[in-house]
């Protein structure tokens, strides 16, 4: 969505780094064969750049504590990671988003 000024609008970018972010951690639960709910419990948007053009959204695993969550996961059946998404244009960056993410499987 553009705002009146035709650059992106700062809540619709916020939610695309929202969702980028879940989305990368619900699919790679998935192939850990992990079914969990995956939640937002904080996020924060850093506005560094006009958004005036085509964009893209990335986020990668934190290779860091991505172990350690999957292992809360596997011994507690909830844990929590935290995600950088960034949005660019043209390779430059103009939004940073930081979400921590909240995981729990649940039991039958």
């Not at 553009?2 to 972010?21: E, N, Q």
């Not at 053009?53 to 990671?81: K, Y």
């Amino acid at each position: 969505m553009r705002r009146h000024r035709g650059t992106g609008f700062g809540g619709s970018l916020a939610t695309l780094g929202i969702v980028c972010g879940w989305a990368l951690v619900h699919t790679a639960l998935l192939e850990e064969n992990i079914t969990a709910q995956v939640a937002i419990r904080d996020s924060r948007c850093d506005f560094r750049k006009a958004v005036e053009a085509d964009f893209t959204a990335t986020s990668e695993l934190p290779e860091a504590t991505w172990p350690r969550f999957l292992d809360s996961l596997r011994r507690h059946r909830r844990g929590a990671i935290e995600i950088d998404t960034v949005i660019s244009v043209s390779g430059r960056e103009c939004v940073r988003h930081h979400g921590r993410y909240a995981a729990l499987i649940e039991t039958l």
